[in-house]
């Protein structure tokens, strides 16, 4: 890769020169993402036990996802999660951003331990709760407390509750932090006015601070919602899918096909179903943000 | 992404007097101290737990009051995590996140200098932009089975090699977006002075954009190392002996090995989380204002 470092100021040459930057991350990309992207289509076609030849199967693998009622289900715990953890992270962290973009000292130290969750792998969180929330070695019999003292990973729902929880425990702190660097951003001049106006603080945060705050949201929630698509490690390792299949969202049952029953046809027309979901609450979310960036400029003027 | 772009003279509010300084002085914020408050105890209170748990002998692990730090603290439980091999389990970890990011990031440094540079003029760039746009709204887990399918293909199942090559791909999209967001923040004098002096691009690309965007790169490099040290899905996919072990993967096993004994259990999660916790306090302020940034605009 060398560049034409002489003359030729706006010819081809430079540019030609400023594509082949791009060539490295461009076919690393394409093998391991796109071209795998292809591939999961072309694989649910066909049947295959992961070890052995592939073969073509037709419509085999989709008769038989559409047709298994483990697939509807699947598809609701993860609507499920995503939707009561996004209904339980977004006003929180919109709460906690909004008061960690104030100017007191110790609200940086506040910033530093909310983080902490956040390095922790899923499997470590996940190994964790699973030590304090057991009914027998843990916190509840520990305490003594009877209210904690519970059958928590065994109980369909509260083995859901404790997903969720467990979801917030390391996702709010990042997303509060999102949202601190959304709030610093609005001009102070526009507070300033309310205040003139006499507007409380309550009607400053609906008047103001959330109608500003539209894009940041739109973001948060984009990676909230795409994320929550992929919660496949902490469930794994926390409840496996468990009780029966109380937990066992479309990315573990995507695993549990393909690598446990070694069925991958069947696998990847739940992957791309997977994608698709994906794909379509992107757009969705997209659409709700409207396109065009220089748009917010104009709102709320 | 969407963003917020705060300057514009439109944004700010017509010109009235100037209110009397005491006026704008802030109330405190009740609700969102108290729930601040309420958070920072949820999120200390179980890593208070593990680190204490982890100093207890088994024995009295189930004799002494959960919250109250032991009366005869131990390192046997971190002994027996480290006899447990987790030197080896480490040492993948390293080479397999070092591995990957550092090329990750170089790779996805060049692509965004290109894309902000060349300014949607070149065709093949604008393309080559929105594929790595459309990657991240895509569930990258989604590709595992073909990515399974190409790794034993090319001979490369349980190696390392099997967990750096995709970990660079699924680093490259948010990396591209953020360090293009910030390329894009560097002066435009300053690259035409660059050209006129007669420099190429590779040239103006490691000598004027990578020092000014330095704090750009760091964010990004922490945070793929993180993403990366804590993977789970493609070691538990792609790798299958002992000896090629990640981190996380081992926690897993050594608790299906150990579940009963709690403080041995917990100082394997302390010991695999203190790497992380190391780079976090040397690039603490790094991480948190680059990837606001980042993310809010």
Redesign the interface.
Known sequence: MSAPATSVPRGSARRGSLAWLAVPALLLFVCFGVIPLAGVLLLSFTSWDGLGDIHFAGLESWQAILADPGLPHALWVTFLVMAVSWAVQTPASILMGVFLAGSQRYRAVLAVLYFVPLLLSHAAVAITYKALLDPNFGLGPGLNLALLTQDWLGRPWLAFGVVIFVVSWQFIPFHALIYQGGVRQIPRSMYEAAELDGAGRVRKFFSITLPQLKYTIITSSTLMVVGSLTFFDLIFVLTAGGPGDATRVLALDMYKRGFQANLMGPASAIAVILVLVGLALALLLRRVGGRDASHSQLEGA | ??????T?P?????P?P??ASG??T??P?W???L??WI??A???V??Y??VITSFKTQSN??AE???MPPAEPTLANYRMVIEADFAQYFLNSLISTVGAVV?AVL??F??A???V??GG??R??RW?NS??LM????????????????IIRLHLYDSLMALI??S???A??LS?LILANFIRDVPKELFDSM?ID??????T?WRLAFPLTMPAVVTVTIYNA?MI?????LP??LTQSTDKRT???A??NF?GQY??N?PA??AS?VL??LP??LL?VVG?RQ??SG???G??R
């Open positions: 992404m969407a963003t917020i772009l705060s514009g439109e944004r700010t509010a017509p009235r100037r209110p006026r704008v802030e109330r914020n609700l969102g101290s729930t601040a958070w920072l949820i999120v200390i179980p890593i737990w593990i692990y189930y009051h959960p919250f090329p790779f996805s060049m692509a200098y290109a894309i540079r060349s003029a070149s093949f760039l080559t594929l790595f990657g991240l709204a895509i569930p990258l887990q989604a590709t595992i089975i073909p990515i399974y399918l190409i090559l995709p660079i791909a699924f490259i999209p591209v050209r007669g420099a190429g691009e590779q040239v690309l993180l040290w804590n993977g789970f899905l538990l996919v981190l996380p993967l926690l897993w608790q579940s009963v709690v259990v917990l999660v695999t989380t992380i916790l976090y603490r991480l948190l990837l606001t940034a993310f809010s």
